[in-house]
């Protein structure tokens, strides 16, 4: 669950970019102070997330292998917004996965599947592409101003229900209503 100064669904996805850069900068560490500060620059204007073609030469680097599970064994294009739930088959959209990801996850999201535990242990480029997504998708959709407090009024169209359920989310502000608008 995010912190208390984080309020609205916007906000959730930049405190969630905050913690990737706390990643990046301290070995794979979530520094708390360190998050709020970058969430502040974040909310605030004066930092901004990482530019597509930044992260595409970044990912280049990476070894060809499914990024959610390792392995370099039957890897296939995967769409980290499902296409079936309206994800475009760009490249901000696509990642590597092995079959056996590809499968179990189905048109979940990647929040969804993974759940609270091992969210944070998602490759940070991968998850700055897919929060950006969420950003644009909620900027499309009009709800990145959705307060904590009305948060339900997302829940009739989400799909996230089971995951809220298990994780003792229900509206509550979290990062499965990150997922709420596909």
């Known amino acids: 669950m995010p912190p208390h100064y984080v309020k609205t669904i916007g906000e959730e996805i930049l405190y969630e970019y905050a913690k990737l850069i706390s990643r990046s900068a301290f070995g794979g560490k979530i520094v708390h102070p360190f998050v709020s500060d970058r969430f502040k620059a974040l909310r605030d204007g004066r930092i901004t997330m990482s530019g597509s073609i930044r992260e595409w030469l970044k990912e280049r680097e990476l070894p ?22 309206g994800g475009g088959d760009t490249a901000d959209n696509v990642v590597w996965a092995c079959g056996g990801c590809n499968a179990s996850r189905g048109d979940q999201g990647v929040f969804q599947w993974l759940g609270l535990e091992e969210k944070d242990n998602l490759h940070r480029l991968v998850a700055g592409k897919y929060l950006k997504q969420l950003y644009e998708l909620h900027a499309l959709h009009g709800t990145l ?14 799909r996230n229900g089971p995951a809220c359920i298990r994780w003792d989310t229900v509206r509550k502000l979290s990062c499965f209503c990150l997922e709420s608008v596909f």
């Open 64 to 85: 060809k292998e499914c990024v959610f599970c390792g392995t370099g064994e039957h890897l296939q294009a995967d769409h980290l917004i499902p296409k079936s739930r």
């Open 145 to 158: 101003n959705v307060h904590k407090e009305s948060v339900s009024e997302l829940c009739p169209r989400c």
